[in-house]
């Protein structure tokens, strides 16, 4: 079974700066890759579809970018509602998460 | 816009049936792929299956045999049931709404619904 690893567990940042998070695929099974927002109370929100895809209403700040079993998201510049839990998805036999990178405020 | 909300017992004791109803307003439920994902306390997403107005279902290999998923269209509301359930079943619940880009995605998620399995 396919297993989606995701780097750091935690990034501690300051508004403004550049966030880069990484989601690995123990094997390569698909070249689409989505990334989902989490913020406390409330349900995951798609941002990124197809790798590179911003999903509706997506701020242009948020880019996703890989292939193979290496995909990254990208937050250009924080801003202060971008701290939260980021996911990665993919669809092996179905679809399967990762275990999350939290950006917390440094 | 789509919008889905949760509902159902918040409390199922063990060896029972965990019965949940999602609410969809602001679009068809008879056009698109409706789902049910839960997280574990301390464990990552995980998706438990979809299912489409036409027929289709797709469900996780590991919880397949003790789900059912069903629609009622005349109330905009789709079901899961799980039955059997034990500690390990105790997670937030969230309905979603699953579109086919390239891939599968879940673009429209409800808040979820905390269910603890204890007696």
């Known amino acids: 079974e396919v297993v989606l690893t995701q780097s750091p567990a935690t990034l501690s940042l300051s508004p403004g700066e550049k966030a880069t998070l990484s989601c690995r695929a123990s094997q390569s099974v698909s070249n689409y890759l989505g990334w989902y927002q989490v913020k406390p109370g409330q349900g995951p929100r798609l941002l990124i579809y197809d790798t590179s895809k911003r999903a509706t209403g997506i701020p242009a700040r948020f880019s996703g970018s890989g292939s193979g079993t290496d995909f990254t998201l990208t937050i250009s510049s924080l801003e202060p509602e971008d701290f939260a839990v980021y996911y990665c998805q993919q669809r092996s036999i179905w679809p399967l998460f990762g275990g999350g990178t939290k950006i917390e405020i440094k | 816009q789509v919008q889905l909300q949760e509902s159902g017992p918040g409390l199922v004791k063990p060896s029972e049936t965990l019965s949940l109803t999602c609410n969809v307003s602001g679009g068809s439920i008879s056009t698109s792929f409706w789902s049910w994902i839960r997280q574990s306390p301390g464990r990552r997403l995980e998706y438990i299956g979809y299912?489409?107005?036409?027929?289709?279902?797709d469900y996780n290999l590991s919880l397949k045999s003790r789900v059912t998923m069903s629609v009622d269209t005349t109330k905009q509301q789709f079901f899961l049931k799980l039955t059997s359930v034990t500690a390990a079943d105790t997670a937030v619940y969230y309905c979603?709404?699953?579109?086919?880009?390239?891939?599968?995605?879940?673009?429209?998620w409800g808040k979820g619904t905390l269910v603890t399995v204890s007696s």
């Open positions: 979603a709404r699953a579109t086919w880009f390239g891939e599968l995605f879940f673009d429209s």
């Open positions: 299912f489409y107005y036409g027929g289709g279902t």
